[in-house]
């Protein structure tokens, strides 16, 4: 009889140990305690193709005197966002070029300026997933921007000068070719398809003396 017993409890266990393997490994709703569950989502690579509109200041500031340009500004960007493991942080540098434009008129005369510029991003950004469609993603980082080319023209009684902002003229010093600066702003994934947000930025090296460009990124993007 004991010897029945030891062999119907090893026959218990056996049993009990195969169930729970198939259960854990068997099929699809296995329990997996994975940060990934924490947290909601798979985290995974992606890509934004993004274009934004970005108004923007050339401000001068010495001395306590402060004066400013409005500019507009359009890019058209790519980010590639690389996740950090399973926490949803993701890293993303990018690439953008970017046309900065104004222009201005004084009495009978008329100045236009034109910057052609490409813009380095590199940020730090979290992913909030509210709903398996929307997630919300603050950001933070900094970016180069290197300016390839620059043209200023004054239109004065039906003639044009026009001067590259980038070369020393007799009425101003040129242009430096790279600022350095920081960005911060608050995105919204919408559907894994699509990326909507809005942004600020604000060059930490000037563009010229005593200025630099500041100003908010508007931004529309199709998630890849």
């Not at 940060?35 to 193709?49: M, W």
């Not at 222009?103 to 052609?116: F, L, M, R, V």
Request: charged share 15%; aromatic share 16%; no cysteine.
């Amino acid at each position: 009889m004991r010897k029945f017993r030891l062999i119907a409890l090893a026959a218990i266990a056996a049993v009990s140990m195969s169930a729970m393997a198939q259960y854990n490994y068997g099929h699809d709703h296995q329990y997996k305690p994975t940060s990934k569950t924490i947290y909601g989502g798979d985290n995974e690579d992606f890509g934004l193709l993004y274009v934004q509109y970005n108004p923007s200041k050339l401000r001068y500031s010495h001395d306590g005197a402060t004066a400013s340009t409005n500019y507009n500004a359009i890019s058209l960007g790519y980010s590639y966002y690389f996740a950090l493991g399973d926490v949803p942080f993701y890293i993303s540098p990018g690439i953008a070029a970017q046309w900065l434009f104004t222009s201005d008129k004084q009495g009978s005369a008329e100045y236009k300026t034109n910057i052609i510029s490409a813009k380095i991003p590199i940020n730090l950004m979290y992913s909030i997933q509210v709903s398996s469609n929307f997630r919300i993603e603050p950001y933070a980082g900094i970016y180069g921007r290197i300016n390839i080319w620059g043209q200023g023209k004054e239109t004065y009684g039906g003639q044009s000068d026009t001067w590259d902002l980038f070369k020393d003229s007799e009425d101003s010093k040129a242009m430096k070719r790279f600022q350095l600066g920081w960005n911060a702003g608050l995105n919204f994934r919408i559907t894994n398809a699509f990326t909507i947000g809005g942004g600020y930025y604000m060059d930490l090296m000037k563009v010229a003396d005593h200025t630099r460009f500041q100003g908010f990124d508007i931004t529309l993007g199709v998630n890849l």
